[in-house]
């Protein structure tokens, strides 16, 4: 069965720098969510869309945007990078009739 | 306080040993109940996922759900060294909403 996918799981940049991490849902899953996960934590929800739209937001810093495009897959921005945003993101993707199925992870190491 | 709160070990069993992982949580809103099984540096991998209360089981896991103690269980049956990994149990009020993550429980099984 097809799962998410996510690009591009590794991920080495400089601080201040700017970093986008693509998510690419199960097909037919409408909704997608971003997580941070840090070392020995457990996944903190960032941002969430359904049908293109954001439908909830936790704890995203202001440099963070994301979107959800017409093919429902999603890009997470990340500027201004610190050392602090070192982590695992993960994406899932849901729809109306499934859970939240995650993606492999994205690691960024901000040097 | 965390809204879910999940012993993290470490848990050693002997392989065959009945593994029993449990979450506390305070959110009365709280309807979905999913565990998660996460191994290092890896995406967590949905094992179960109930609504409300009850019990479900799939082969060697069983998940419980007391939703008047708010308290969800997962027990697994036939440990394997390969069921070796970090267990997250997390929930959510509605079927499209984010997830809120106990802190995970590190299971080891020695053969």
């Known amino acids: 069965a097809a799962g998410v996918i996510q690009s591009p799981r590794h991920l080495i940049k400089e601080k201040r720098e700017t970093a986008t991490l693509k998510c690419y849902p199960i097909p037919r899953h409408d909704t997608v969510y971003w997580y941070q996960q840090g070392p020995g934590q457990d996944p903190q929800f960032l941002i969430s869309?359904?049908?293109?739209?954001?439908?909830d937001k936790g704890s995203i810093p202001d440099r963070f945007s994301a979107q959800q495009f017409s093919d429902y897959h999603s890009e997470l921005n990340m500027s201004s990078l610190e050392l602090g945003d070192s982590a695992l993101y993960f994406c899932a993707s849901s729809s109306d009739s499934d859970t939240q199925y995650f993606g492999p992870g994205t690691r960024l190491t901000v040097l | 306080q965390k809204e879910v709160e999940q012993d993290p070990g470490p848990l050693s069993v002997p392989e065959g040993a009945i593994v029993s992982l449990n979450c506390t949580y305070s959110n009365s809103a709280f309807q979905y109940f999913m565990w998660y099984r996460q191994y290092s540096r890896k995406g967590p991998e949905l094992l179960m996922y109930t609504y409300s209360s009850g019990n479900k089981e799939d082969g060697r896991f069983t998940a419980q759900v007391d939703k008047s103690s708010k308290y969800i269980s997962l027990f697994i049956r036939d440990s394997q060294p390969s069921d070796s990994a970090t267990y997250l149990c997390a929930m959510t009020s509605s079927n499209t909403g984010k997830l809120i993550f106990g802190q995970g429980t590190t299971l080891q099984v020695k053969p």
């Open positions: 869309f359904y049908e293109k739209m954001q439908s």
